[in-house]
């Protein structure tokens, strides 16, 4: 896929977010830059930018995937239960390891953390 003025909007919506957003948050910033941007046109370029390994999906149980930008150092998120929005953690929270069954072998790990984002705690 080509190298548009959207796709550009696009991935500095998530470059200037520091965070996970959802389809609809990088919507809403994106517009910022390029007006005119429909949500068809971020779903897309969404998926294109996974394909070229440029954003990673941020899996979150019970809620919609979030999506963020690829490459950075292994981390942990929260998810504010008031206003939906995914936190990034830096390093690892995880320090125990779990027995796994003989002959499984773990090859990495999730970890949420729930709660209230300062934003909405001084609400």
């Not at 990673?56 to 239960?81: D, M, Q, T, W």
Request: proline share 6%; aromatic share 8%.
């Amino acid at each position: 896929m080509r190298n548009t003025k959207q796709k550009e909007a696009i991935r500095q919506a998530f470059l200037d977010a520091g965070r996970p957003l959802s389809p609809e948050e990088a919507h809403l910033s994106a517009r910022k830059l390029y007006r005119g941007l429909g949500i068809a046109t971020v779903y897309r370029n969404i998926n294109a930018l996974l394909e070229d390994n440029w954003l990673l999906c941020v899996e979150i149980p019970g809620s919609s995937p979030r999506y963020e930008v690829a490459g950075k150092k292994h981390h942990h998120h929260f998810h504010c239960n008031e206003c939906g929005r995914v936190y990034e953690l830096e390093g690892c929270v995880a320090k125990a390891k779990p027995r796994l069954p003989p002959g499984f072998h773990a090859t990495g790990h999730e970890f949420f953390l729930y709660g209230t984002c300062v934003g909405c705690a001084t609400r």
